[in-house]
């Protein structure tokens, strides 16, 4: 029965009277928590609030400034007069009451869903190392407390992360296919940051012990994280290093390899140069990745125009590299790759093996120690991280503490790549 049923409904205006407010209002909330009400605290509640709540529940003198009222005093009370309870009478005049409690376990399902949901996506779950980044998004909450808007902007995130690496396209033009906006990856958008950090976890970019800092830190850090995914922020910046390549053809860049490799001279090729791929009709072969100009350097002057083809990631390997790199993978070039014996060169040696499907050259365990041996002497090893290609490595660079940069190896890669030269 509700107070519009009461005969009088009168009675309706007279409940709901300024000085009997704190009353409603107080059995309104606490009939919310979703938890079984025996009374409600009032107060402190002014002399006319007072006089109202000893007429409303027929006592003979005021009660105190602050007072507490039994829910069954209350009811008893309502139901004589009106003929009607406490939770009607506060839901007519304020309207339903909720369930908190049910709420925030509804909630708690929710939020346990969505990062279930998170965990368990394929393009998480097949990439162990995107499991810090999605513990990470978890510890920072919900967006605007909202699991629907969270999971709109994971969703997102999770399609571009499917999508890299990128075939060298510029970043508008990359989110504009893949989004509908050319904007939804600009530097300062929540978007941008959760791909950021999922690359960066992807790569191993992470900060180390010593300087705190990232690639997210920086404009030209952030662009470095975007390159290693494949995406361009410019097609004449970007640049491979390239010795020794023949392909056939008669397009301008082919001409310009093949009087190149004829001179004994390397080229840089620019991503604009790379994008149309067709041109570039590479044979079959063996060719050889190096992180370092100095061993491209080292391997024209010994063997000229016989020089054996070469690509040089120069580090982090760029948007250029990164899509010569798979082309020649496409052709079925059998790729081999060497950098440097240190934290950051085993993760540049993971990254450009796992995107472009080359195979260590001279990256063992094995290799570093007899290179060690010869080179007593070295700078630090840094942040060491697994190595997939050999299980020993990392904790052998970790226990000798001793890098050995690529340039101690030149003997040994040089002789090697002579079984090559002239071909």
């Known amino acids: 029965m509700t107070v519009e049923d009461a005969p009088n409904r009168a009675v309706r205006h007279i409940l709901d009277r300024p000085e009997l407010a704190p009353l409603w209002q107080a059995v309104h909330q606490r009939l919310s928590s979703g938890h079984p009400v025996q009374r409600v605290s009032l107060g402190p509640l002014d002399p006319a609030a007072r006089e109202a ?132 990856l600009d530097d300062g958008t929540r978007l941008a940051g959760l791909v950021l950090r999922a690359l960066t976890a992807l790569h191993d970019t992470g900060p180390a012990p010593s300087d705190g800092k990232d690639l997210q830190a920086t404009a030209a850090g952030r662009r470095t994280l975007w390159g290693l995914a494949g995406i361009a922020d410019d097609a004449l910046s970007s640049t491979v290093l390239t010795a020794g ?31 149309d791929t067709s041109t570039l009709l590479l044979p079959m072969a063996d060719v050889h990745i190096t992180e370092n100009p100095s061993i491209v350097a080292l391997a024209l002057r010994r063997f000229g125009a016989g020089c054996p083809p ?52 001279h990256m063992s365990c094995a290799d570093y120690q007899a290179a060690l041996a010869d080179n007593a002497s070295g700078p630090p090893a840094g942040r060491v991280t697994a190595a997939p290609w050999d299980g020993d490595l990392a904790a052998a660079l970790v226990a000798r503490g001793t890098a050995v940069l690529e340039e101690q190896m030149a003997g040994v890669l040089m002789d090697d790549l002579a079984g090559y030269a002239g071909g």
């Open 310 to 361: 070469l690509v040089c990631t120069s580090g982090w390997p760029g948007s250029a590299a990164l899509l010569l790199l798979r082309h020649l993978s496409a052709t079925r070039a059998r790729l081999h790759y060497h950098g440097d014996f240190d934290g950051e060169g085993l993760r540049i040696a993971t990254h450009v093996m796992k995107v472009t499907g080359a195979q260590p050259w």
């Open 245 to 275: 390549l023949r392909p056939s053809g008669t397009s301008p860049v082919a001409r310009a390899l093949r009087v190149c490799t004829d001179a004994g001279h390397a080229m840089h090729l620019t991503l604009a140069q790379l994008r």
């Open 53 to 184: 709540l000893a007429d409303l529940m027929g006592l003979d003198r005021l009660p105190p400034a602050r007072t507490t009222v039994t829910m069954a005093r209350l009811d008893s009370a309502l139901l004589e007069s009106v003929g009607t309870d406490a939770r009607a009478v506060a839901e007519t005049i304020l309207g339903p009451t909720g369930d908190r409690a049910a709420r925030r376990r509804s909630g708690v399902a929710e939020r346990d869903a969505l990062w279930h949901w998170l965990e368990s996506h394929p393009v998480v779950a097949g990439r162990p190392s995107l499991a810090a980044w999605s513990a990470q998004i978890r510890r920072s909450g919900l967006v605007h407390g909202s699991t629907t808007a969270t999971r709109r902007l994971l969703e997102a995130a999770l399609t571009v992360l499917e999508a890299l690496p990128a075939q060298g396209e510029p970043l508008p033009v990359f989110a504009a296919a893949l989004l509908g906006d050319s904007h939804a």
